[in-house]
């Protein structure tokens, strides 16, 4: 062996790593489906914007929308029918006093719908920022009629005051959970309960440094706890690390979690939080220098298994522009309760008198846990409630809220990794195969209002389609999922969509259907298209972990279309490939074609250029695209085309040819005469007025011009004069475009004066007037 050759595989290892981890990034759409009004139901009305809060009443068969200064109630079935709105709008005395306030009039001082939950006396909670002076009220729903009480509630600490500020909320047996800021400066972050007893968050750093809230949602973890546990709110948001020693300020993304039983401690964080903890979410996507934030999480449950089974699907994006990577992580929810039931506390340690810097606590732990819940372990030792907690418990997690071990992913890395447009929000919905496997597919939303479609086979991500919903490239702001209608609604600064879990009908053949590799379709041989599997009677073909349509009938001839070209001509032929994945290839009559220098491969299908006797035939266009079970072939356009005489040519002909039915000649040289006649008079108007002057010869520029006319050689003196000023004027050091060796006087001394008329004129041309120079 030569004794290089350990050393070469030594350093190509990483290379080989590398090119694994960006093949990750190869993860594209097989579908691509462009804006059209018939990809989802539309809601949206003039004048109303940010469509961003939403309300399932599938008990009325609603979805509530909140927008700025406006509350819809559409129709769950199609959200382009609205049953009833509301407004709400700030007074005239509000919106001044905001705007006094320093906000801008049109876009701060409005009221935005910020808050809709539903309450268990079947009414719905709403809160609005009402021109940076949140307020709520109670609003409900009869005779299909919206209506509001009109009987506000202070809103701070519940609903933001800036409407571009992110927030997360969520209502529990008609108690308020909210995650937000408590002033109107927004530096005064707050996690608090409302009712029945006001429990908040510290004003400290160590427990919230300029976070950014993302979602919040509960845990029902006292159900068959055989400790007595209590349930739990979970908290996602970013923020910056107290914990990093850092030149520049980081961020990080977080989890936190409280306890549903908290009611404060008597003396020691008295109506503040006693089980507050947070720890540090990880999503490490490949060789990222800085960490990944957070952007929206999705809990998903099995309602046959236990919580612990439950899942979070959490959406990532980089916090540096130089990079467009997005990341999909899922997290176990047993994995972040044992941090926070087993993991270790860190804590600040003061150095060098002033600089504060955060390590692993090492100490004892007072007992109770600090930030643990009440429990049956607790109330044998006569702590029923947490204002029985013991001093010390409560002293230690004033101090230390945070947590020394970080929450990692499932297998440690990213399920789903794609460049492109970055991610915005996320669902989970879990469908059964033909063959019975169950598999959860995800629907994102990104930043140019697409929604891509994505399912993980065994360790192979899989995109189906990327779908656009909007006709404006705006961000996907809200999604949500209904299980009685079996559709997905979006919600954008510019409108509100509702689209189906599948269109299966987007496959025309059986090939594309299964090629799909969509768990909600399979190919209906009896009907004859691609169907949803709870909709079709019959057995369906169905391949979604490997892709396998050699179970498909062998599909029809596709009849070739004639197409006629006149020799030197120029024909396109049309070919549109059902799948991205999938690579097109030309025949000409049976025989591969390569591109020559009169014919160019397109995307979307061939150019024939300056035509010949030759280059008629039977041309043929297939798509042949790869799956685990092989390679397939479908023929999706066929073409005869013939060279025939000029003026008989049919199909996609971009040669201009000579027209035949068209304007007569007398038409057209009137229509020049108007035209020449038009000309003459706009530039007999702008030689009067100036704009262009007229010619002047060197002669006349020596010779006192009295009665105006050429400029004289006393108003050249006198502009030369003025752009020598000009140019002392001019910042020290810059050459403002020029190379200049002497200084300004010694150029304009140096210049001849034909040479200096000839570059000054032009700046005298658009000058009505004298009095203007």
């Excluded at 349930?231 to 980081?250: G, P, R």
């Excluded at 949803?532 to 369906?540: E, F, H, I, K, P």
């Excluded at 074609?593 to 041309?619: C, K, M, P, W």
Aim: glycine share 6%; net charge negative.
């Amino acid at each position: 062996m030569h004794p290089l050759l350990p050393l070469c595989v030594f350093w190509l290892l990483p290379v080989a790593l590398t090119l694994d981890e960006d093949s990750l990034l190869d993860c594209v759409p097989r579908r691509s489906v462009p804006f059209e009004r018939d990809n989802a139901h539309l809601f949206e009305e003039e004048g109303v914007f940010n469509y961003s809060t939403m309300l399932l009443r599938e008990d009325l068969n609603l979805l509530v929308v909140g927008a700025r200064e406006a509350i819809y109630a559409l129709d769950l079935s199609d959200i382009s029918k609205k049953l009833s709105s509301t407004k709400w709008e700030v007074t005239e005395e509000q919106r001044d006093d905001c705007e006094n306030k320093g906000k801008d009039a049109e876009m701060d001082c409005k009221n935005y719908i910020r808050i809709l939950h539903k309450t268990d006396d079947n009414k719905m909670y709403v809160c609005g920022t009402n021109a940076f002076d949140p307020e709520c009220d109670y609003m409900s729903y009869e005779n299909g009629q919206l209506t509001l009480e009109k009987k506000p509630e202070d809103g701070k600490g519940k609903c933001p005051f800036d409407p571009f500020q992110r927030y997360a909320s969520i209502m529990l047996v008609n108690d308020l959970y909210s995650a937000t800021s408590m002033n109107f400066l927004g530096s005064e972050p707050i996690v608090m309960r409302s009712s029945p007893v006001t429990i908040r968050t510290e004003f400290k750093t160590s427990w919230l440094n300029e976070p950014t809230f993302v979602a919040m949602t509960q845990m029902p973890e006292s159900e068959r706890s055989l400790k007595g546990d209590d349930d739990k709110v979970y908290l996602f948001f970013s923020e910056t690390a107290v914990e990093c020693d850092c030149y520049n300020k980081l961020t990080v993304s977080r989890v936190a979690r409280v306890c549903k039983g908290d009611v404060g401690g008597q003396r020691t964080l008295q109506k503040k939080w006693t089980s507050f903890l947070k720890a540090r979410l990880d999503c490490p996507v490949l060789e990222a220098q800085l960490p990944y934030i957070i952007q929206d999480t999705y809990r998903w449950c099995d309602p046959r298994s236990s919580w612990s089974d439950c899942l979070f699907y959490s959406v990532f994006t980089p916090q540096s522009d130089t990079s467009d990577l997005s990341a999909v992580c899922v997290y176990r929810v047993s994995d972040i309760s044992r941090v926070f039931a087993e993991g270790k506390y860190k804590t600040p340690v003061t150095v060098e008198t002033s600089f504060v810097k955060w390590v692993m606590y090492s100490g004892d732990v007072p007992d109770p846990r600090p930030g643990a819940c009440i429990n049956n372990e607790a109330r044998e030792a006569g702590i029923n409630q947490t204002l029985d907690l013991p001093d010390p418990t409560l002293q230690f997690i004033k101090l230390r809220p945070l947590m020394d071990q970080a929450v990692l992913p499932i297998g440690s890395k990213p399920l789903l990794v794609r460049r492109g447009a970055k991610f915005t929000r996320i669902i989970v919905n879990q469908v059964q195969a033909a063959n019975g496997e169950k598999h959860r597919v995800m629907f994102v939303g990104t930043e140019e209002g697409t929604l891509v479609k994505a399912v993980n086979y065994n360790g192979e991500m899989f995109i189906i389609e990327e779908v656009q919903l909007f006709q404006q490239r705006v961000p996907i702001k809200i999604l949500r999922f209904s299980n009685v209608t079996g559709h997905i609604y979006a919600g954008s600064d510019h409108g509100a969509a509702q689209v189906p879990l599948a269109t299966c009908g987007r496959s025309s053949t059986c090939l594309d259907c299964v090629l799909a590799r969509d768990p909600y379709c399979g190919w209906d041989t009896a009907a004859g298209k691609c169907s949803l599997l709870w909709a079709s009677q019959s057995d369906l073909i169905q391949s979604v972990i490997d892709g396998d349509a050699s179970l498909c009938p062998e599909a029809e001839s596709v009849v070739p279309l004639s197409r006629s070209i006149w020799p030197g001509g120029n024909l396109q032929l049309l070919c549109s490939s059902p799948s991205n994945l999938a690579k097109t290839v030309w025949e000409k009559d049976g025989k591969a074609l390569t591109a020559a220098g009169h014919v160019q491969f397109l995307l979307d299908g061939l150019l024939i250029l300056n035509a010949s006797e030759s280059d008629a035939g039977r041309y043929r266009c297939q798509s042949v695209e790869h799956s685990k079970a092989g390679i397939y072939t479908t023929i999706v356009a066929n073409y005869q085309v013939d060279i025939g005489p000029a003026g008989s040519v049919e199909g996609n002909e971009i040669m201009p040819q000579a027209q035949t039915n068209g304007p007569s000649l007398a038409g057209l040289q009137a229509l020049i005469v108007v035209l020449s006649v038009s000309f003459l008079a706009l530039l007999t108007w702008n030689f009067y007025k100036g704009h262009i002057p007229q010619p002047c010869y060197r002669r006349k520029m020596e010779q006192k011009d009295e009665q105006g006319g050429c400029n004289t050689t006393v108003a050249y003196n006198e502009a030369v004069r003025s752009a020598q000023t000009e140019e002392e004027l001019l910042e020290p050091g810059r050459d403002n475009g020029t190379n200049r060796n002497h200084s300004s006087a010694e150029a304009a001394s140096h210049v001849p004066e034909e040479d200096a008329l000839k570059d000054f004129l032009p700046s005298l041309q658009f000058i009505d007037d004298e009095s203007e120079i």
